[in-house]
């Protein structure tokens, strides 16, 4: 990746070790990186820590409150810097998984218009992904959590 700085090199060690189970050291390391990067630090290296912390939390308010300044973030990142880090990449394909995340979290919570809310959105953002596997598996999750999700 051509964009691969010290800082993204930290939180992708974090996020290997958090897949590997080590989800305490996962949680320390991304807590560090947080201190030095909180609040004006570069926004895409604060959306993907973020996304990535928020599924590293046992309490689904805390897993809430990382996924909304993942969201935050990600309103912040320009385009061009997403492609830095990596040309086919793209700030809009964030978009469904944030907010496919949101929803999930509000769902967990209690709030089930918020959830309704985000899967909307997730759904309008889905325009931004292609037809790959990954594609697929957030189409795929929108669906199942609406089905989940009562009517109003």
């Given amino acids: 990746m051509s964009g691969q700085d010290e800082v993204m090199r930290g939180i992708t060690e974090a996020i ?7 989800r305490e ?3 320390r390391m991304f807590a560090e990186i947080w201190k030095e990067l909180s609040p004006d630090g570069d926004p895409f290296h604060r959306c993907l820590l973020s996304h990535y912390m928020a599924d590293l939390q046992d309490d689904p308010h805390e897993e809430l409150a990382w996924d909304l300044r993942a969201l935050e973030a990600a ?9 830095s880090y990596h040309e086919t990449l793209s700030v809009k394909g964030f978009y469904p998984s ?3 995340n949101l929803a999930e ?6 709030d089930l218009a918020r959830a309704r809310e985000h899967v ?3 759904r309008d953002s889905v325009e931004a992904l292609g ?6 598996m957030i189409r795929a ?3 199942r959590l609406a089905r989940q999700l009562p009517s109003e």
């Avoid at 309103?75 to 492609?83: G, I, M, N, Y």
């Fill in 131 to 136: 037809d790959d596997g990954y594609a697929r």
């Fill in 120 to 122: 909307a959105r997730a």
């Fill in 98 to 100: 944030l907010h496919l």
């Fill in 75 to 83: 309103d912040l990142v320009p385009e061009e810097r997403a492609r």
């Fill in 105 to 110: 979290d509000y769902r967990k919570v209690g």
């Fill in 25 to 27: 050291e996962a949680r």
């Fill in 141 to 143: 999750g929108i669906e």
């Fill in 16 to 22: 290997e070790r958090g897949q590997r189970g080590e």
